[in-house]
């Protein structure tokens, strides 16, 4: 700042303690402070650090001497003269440069090198005292300087604008051409675009425009075809391709675009030169070995005799010394044709291009208004557009695949509204990526949420990017991709769509896309993505018959024939017990009894069935009737690192009853069997291991253990009789079980993997279960058959909800539709469709019937069909309501991580922080020595357990399992029971802690 001699600088506040430490001397007394919004004015004394300054002025003038002596010498040999910053009055101004197009430098700018622009534009514009230039350019870009001394020189008028008028487009259009009259205009193309084509043609190059001169710099040149058609016919508007870099302030070329090729009405495709240099400026073209060409294509190095800038802490250059640019031309007949620079030519499918290219070919389509294109992470092209009219992304991507290179069809488009700049005037390539990264984050729906949904995008991406007729409306199985069009470029940006689409990069598929058909691409991408759980799934299990194909036999692997003491019509020797399953259901097969006995008709009966079950999923485990309306409460219960709650001491401990060790991970949720007199109790879960397990809920002892046919995630069902249970495993079976000793008594067959847990309808002894063919079964498991199959629209992966007044069956699916089905027919009564994908399953009581969404929301309808309220929570929702015991409360997790509890108008009566997403279910319960509270369990992925007070939230304690938890948890008397990933089932016992 002393060799500048700089007498006045402007410091941000926050960085004025900085600069005051740094500039201590300078400022000791008779400082001037000028504020102004966040910026300080400070006027220097340099006198007051003369004698500091000595000693290094007698440094320099040892080192000047010394380099005087050098260049003596040199010039002696080389004849080369030296510009020296330290010389008075050499520099005219210092700026920093952005960076946009390069690395930011401080580049301080001699009069010498800057006085050549000014003279050459007053003649190359005509400038005179009746023009009115617009100062379109910041101070800090050096444009600005042309734009200022130019017309101060002339005695023309300078119009400044204050920068809220220049980012609105129409006003800055009304400001300039209507109330100002301007007539030389010096802006970067990104400006001018701004402006849109409409508005350019009728008011900036319009037939009657006050705009004498046109120069546009900065920025590659728009196409000569584009350019044309901003021009309203008549416009006589002269106009400047100008070109230039910082590093040699300001500008180096210009070329006056021809009166016939503006006028001309042809498509031209021919790029716009470079054209002559400006005063005292030298143009070369050099090839990468760093010799001079004539001809062919190379890097553009601009300089001159006194076109000489100091870059950074450069203190003396050689006079006629050349910038590299980081531009490249092609040069042709002696004409210098821009190409792009350094960092827009990037190596994309193995190939070069120029991102400008892209542009310029987007641009020249009549239904784009302006574009931008980004190298988005160096890793996708990404196409932004400004739209004239309403337009179809398909539409845009067969145009350009007309005009481009398979390498330079871009990943992605965007469309917006204006294209940001900065305040340069260039485009804003920052925001642009920060535009994108939203469009990401704002576009759910472009993304995956579930299975069904894999499958038609992928035939919409083959398509597409094959350029397949849409008239074929499905695209066969079998369908290779590489005999069909496809190559190596196509299948790269196939692998780059799928891989966006589902979120994560899948290994080995762009060989898979090669090699292998739609449906062998498919079932790649669903064993590495939705089967990524199961961290030791073999290769060799890829391949598979289609399920179809799969006998009964083949599944049972050995016939069973052992004598059988079990009824065959669910009537006779009925086990009488109770059994329990995620969400707080809870049934007892005594009743189920009692009403086929009695031949009561399901809907004069179901009444009493439910009020006795509710009672009953209370008084099972707490002799006291739960009474008494829920508090209004909004609590919110945090809890911290050291899953230590916000509120109140913990009340609850666990400990580890027993464990049982499955093999692998344990999604599947538990089945709890209690005999009617209490004495004995069974848990029944199935595992990714094919292992199907019975436990003793007291000691842990396994009953016995069933190989299945693949992984299991369905959660098991008790049938009618108690004497069966029933599950659904991934080679699309059901198996049914005898549930004492775990023979395979009778498997069915869908057309794809079961997820879905089964239903029991207790008036018939029907089992409802869902398959990801798209169907819900009705099975009688008694005489084994499937009583119907319903189609439904879309995958079934969540279990569906039987309700008895009335008696409906509540079927969901993962394309986001809610059905109501009569469970004697199949036939459906009503459906909704929710628009996302439905994960967790209905649940149903006396009134209404819930069910979680993707989208966040929990949604609540009539038995008839019609929404009653919706409750948004922070994150998608697989977890599945749970029901409280008055029907006053439901409960569920989120990915938010949070544990909700609504009342029944949808209202929040306390939400719960907990550490992790939550997927499982939660489970209301007394515990039988807090006979007074109603607790809730709930299960976060993180494989932490929390037990809340279910009416205030108030966490009573936390317990983390070694492994993540999808499984949801049930509670018997004092004991939890649930999965882990760690290949383990837990039985924990929940212990009261009474220490204040």
Same mark, same amino acid.
Request: charged residues 20%.
């Given at each position: 700042m002393k060799k500048c001699d700089l007498q006045y600088i402007l410091v941000e506040k926050k960085q004025i303690n900085k600069f005051k430490a740094s500039y201590e001397s300078v400022l000791n007394y008779g400082t001037i402070t000028v504020e102004h919004n966040d910026l300080v004015l400070f006027r220097l004394h340099w006198e007051n650090v003369a004698m500091n300054l000595m000693l290094n002025d007698r440094q320099d003038k040892n080192e000047k001497e010394n380099r005087k002596d050098c260049m003596n010498s040199e010039q002696s040999?080389?004849? *080369?003269?030296?510009?020296?910053?330290?010389?008075?009055?050499?520099?005219?101004?210092?700026?920093?440069?952005?960076?946009?197009?390069?690395?930011? *430098?401080?580049?301080?700018?001699?009069h010498a090198c800057i006085l050549p622009n000014v003279q050459h534009f007053r003649i190359l514009f005509d400038i005179t005292q009746e023009d009115v230039l617009f100062l379109a350019s910041p101070l800090t870009f050096d444009p600005s300087i042309v734009e200022i001394f130019v017309a101060l020189s002339s005695g023309a008028s300078l119009l400044i604008v204050p920068t809220s008028v220049k980012v609105l487009p129409s006003k800055l259009a009304a400001v300039l051409f209507s109330h100002h009259k301007v007539t030389v205009?010096?802006?970067?193309?990104?400006?001018?675009?701004?402006?849109?084509?409409?508005?350019?043609?009728?008011?900036?190059?319009? &037939?009657?425009?006050?705009?004498?001169?046109?120069?546009?710099?900065?920025?590659?040149?728009?196409?000569?075809?584009?350019?044309?058609?901003?021009?309203?016919?008549?416009? *006589?508007?002269?106009?400047?391709?100008?070109?230039?870099?910082?590093?040699?302030?300001?500008?180096?070329?210009?070329?006056?675009?021809?009166?016939?090729?503006?006028?001309?009405?042809?498509?031209?495709?021919?790029?716009?030169?470079?054209?002559?240099?400006?005063f005292e400026t030298v143009v070369e073209v050099r090839d990468t070995n760093g010799f001079t060409i004539q001809e062919g294509s190379g890097q553009v190095f601009l300089g001159g005799k006194n076109r000489v800038c100091f870059l950074d802490d450069e203190v003396t250059v050689p006079l006629g010394t050349m910038r590299a640019t980081g531009d490249f031309v092609t040069v042709k007949d002696g004409e210098i044709f821009f190409l792009g620079r350094k960092d827009s030519q990037i190596k994309r499918h193995g190939k070069r291009l120029n991102t400008e290219l892209v542009q310029q070919v987007a641009e020249q389509l009549q239904q784009v208004e302006t574009c931008a294109v980004t190298w988005y992470n160096q890793e996708k092209l990404i196409l932004f557009i400004v739209p004239k009219e309403n337009l179809v992304k398909d539409y845009i991507f067969k145009e350009l695949q007309k005009h481009l290179?398979?390498?330079?069809?871009?990943?992605?488009?965007?469309?917006?509204?204006?294209?940001?700049?900065?305040s340069h005037g260039k485009m804003d390539v920052s925001e642009l990526n920060k535009i994108y990264l939203d469009y990401l984050n704002s576009k759910p729906e472009n993304k995956l949420h579930g299975k069904e949904e894999l499958w038609e995008k992928l035939q919409y991406l083959w398509k597409s990017i094959l350029s397949l007729s849409e008239d074929a409306l499905k695209v066969p199985d079998e369908s290779l991709f590489s005999n069909i069009g496809g190559d190596s470029l196509k299948s790269i940006r196939l692998l780059f769509e799928i891989e966006r689409l589902v979120g994560t990069s899948v290994p080995g598929l762009l060989e898979v896309i090669l090699s292998s058909s739609l449906s062998e691409i498919y079932n790649h991408i669903l064993q590495t993505v939705f089967m990524d759980e199961d961290q030791t799934f073999s290769k060799s299990n890829s391949k598979k018959r289609k399920l179809s194909d799969i006998t009964q036999e083949e599944a049972i692997e050995k016939p069973s024939h052992q004598k059988s003491v079990l009824p065959l019509n669910g009537d006779n020797e009925i086990n009488a017990c109770i059994a329990l399953s995620r969400g707080s259901q809870i049934f007892s097969l005594s009743m189920a009894?009692?009403?086929?006995?009695?031949?009561?008709?399901?809907?004069?009966?179901?009444?009493?069935?439910? &009020?006795?079950?509710?009672?009953?999923?209370?008084?099972?485990?707490?002799?006291?009737?739960?009474?008494?309306?829920?508090?209004?409460?909004?609590?919110?219960? *945090?809890?911290?690192?050291?899953?230590?709650?916000?509120?109140?001491?913990?009340?609850?401990?666990?400990?580890?009853?027993?464990?049982?060790?499955?093999?692998?991970?344990?999604?599947?949720?538990?089945?709890?069997? !209690?005999?009617?007199?209490?004495?004995?109790?069974?848990v029944y879960i199935g595992s990714h291991s094919h292992r199907m397990k019975a436990v003793d809920l007291y000691s842990g002892k396994m009953k016995w253990e069933q190989l299945l046919g693949d992984r299991i995630e369905s959660s098991a069902c008790v049938s009618k009789c108690g004497n069966f249970i029933t599950v659904g495993c991934y080679n699309g079976?059901?198996?049914?079980?005898?549930?004492?000793?775990?023979?395979?008594?009778?498997?069915?067959?869908?057309?794809? $993997?079961?997820?879905?847990?089964?239903?029991?309808?207790?008036?018939?002894?029907?089992?409802?279960?869902?398959?990801?063919?798209?169907?819900?079964?009705?099975?009688?498991?008694?005489?084994?058959?499937?009583?119907?199959?319903?189609?439904?629209?879309?995958? !079934?992966?969540?279990?569906?909800?039987?309700?008895?007044?009335?008696?409906?069956?509540?079927?969901?699916?993962?394309?986001?539709?809610?059905?109501?089905?009569?469970?004697?027919?199949?036939?459906?009564?009503?459906?909704?469709?929710?628009?996302?994908?439905?994960?967790?399953?209905?649940?149903?009581?006396?009134?209404?019937?819930?069910?979680?969404?993707?989208?966040?929301?929990?949604?609540?309808?009539?038995?008839?069909?019609?929404?009653?309220?919706?409750?948004?929570?922070?994150?998608?929702?697989?977890?599945?309501?749970?029901?409280?015991?008055?029907?006053?409360?439901?409960?569920?997790?989120?990915?938010?991580?949070?544990?909700?509890?609504?009342?029944?108008?949808?209202?929040?009566?306390?939400?719960?922080?907990?550490?992790?997403? !939550?997927? $499982?279910?939660?489970?209301?319960?007394?515990?039988?020595?807090?006979?007074?509270?109603?607790?809730?369990? $709930?299960?976060?992925?993180?494989?932490?357990?929390?037990?809340?007070?279910?009416?205030?939230?108030?966490?009573?304690?936390?317990?983390?399992?070694?492994?993540?938890?999808?499984?949801?948890?049930?509670?018997?008397?004092?004991?939890?029971?649930i999965g882990c990933r760690n290949n383990y089932i837990y039985c924990l016992d929940l212990l009261c802690n009474n220490k204040k």
């Open positions: 040999k080389e004849g *080369k003269e030296h510009m020296d910053v330290r010389l008075k009055y050499c520099l005219a101004y210092v700026l920093h440069t952005s960076g946009t197009t390069g690395t930011p *430098k401080i580049v301080r700018v001699p205009l010096q802006a970067t193309p990104t400006l001018l675009r701004r402006f849109g084509s409409q508005l350019i043609k009728s008011t900036v190059l319009s &037939a009657n425009t006050s705009l004498r001169v046109l120069a546009l710099g900065g920025e590659a040149f728009p196409s000569l075809t584009v350019l044309n058609s901003w021009r309203e016919e008549g416009n *006589k508007t002269q106009i400047f391709n100008i070109y230039g870099i910082t590093e040699v302030s300001s500008w180096a070329t210009f070329y006056r675009i021809p009166e016939d090729i503006l006028n001309c009405t042809l498509k031209c495709e021919l790029p716009v030169q470079l054209g002559c240099p400006l290179p398979n390498h330079a069809i871009p990943d992605e488009l965007v469309f917006i509204d204006t294209l940001p700049f900065t009894r009692f009403l086929t006995k009695s031949g009561d008709h399901p809907l004069a009966c179901s009444s009493e069935l439910i &009020a006795q079950t509710n009672i009953l999923n209370f008084k099972s485990l707490n002799p006291s009737v739960l009474t008494g309306q829920p508090k209004d409460l909004c609590c919110v219960a *945090k809890v911290s690192e050291e899953e230590k709650p916000m509120m109140g001491p913990k009340k609850m401990e666990f400990c580890v009853r027993w464990r049982s060790d499955t093999g692998k991970c344990v999604d599947a949720s538990p089945l709890v069997v !209690v005999d009617a007199d209490k004495s004995s109790a069974t079976l059901v198996y049914v079980l005898q549930s004492n000793n775990g023979e395979k008594y009778w498997v069915f067959t869908t057309e794809d $993997a079961v997820k879905s847990s089964p239903t029991l309808d207790p008036t018939t002894g029907l089992l409802y279960i869902g398959s990801h063919d798209q169907h819900v079964y009705a099975l009688d498991i008694y005489k084994k058959k499937c009583v119907w199959k319903l189609k439904c629209e879309g995958t !079934v992966f969540s279990s569906p909800c039987l309700s008895l007044i009335p008696h409906h069956l509540y079927c969901a699916t993962l394309r986001g539709v809610l059905l109501a089905v009569k469970p004697a027919t199949g036939n459906v009564i009503w459906k909704h469709s929710c628009g996302k994908p439905l994960f967790s399953s209905p649940r149903c009581f006396q009134e209404y019937v819930c069910i979680g969404c993707v989208d966040g929301n929990l949604l609540c309808f009539t038995h008839l069909g019609e929404q009653v309220w919706q409750f948004s929570s922070g994150g998608p929702i697989f977890s599945s309501p749970c029901i409280s015991a008055t029907e006053k409360e439901v409960f569920f997790g989120s990915h938010d991580c949070f544990i909700y509890c609504c009342d029944m108008s949808g209202h929040l009566q306390w939400k719960c922080e907990t550490t992790s997403r !939550v997927y $499982a279910t939660p489970f209301a319960f007394h515990h039988h020595n807090r006979s007074s509270e109603t607790l809730l369990a $709930a299960a976060s992925t993180d494989g932490k357990l929390w037990i809340f007070e279910s009416r205030s939230g108030q966490l009573q304690g936390v317990y983390e399992l070694p492994g993540e938890v999808f499984s949801s948890p049930v509670v018997w008397e004092s004991m939890l029971i």
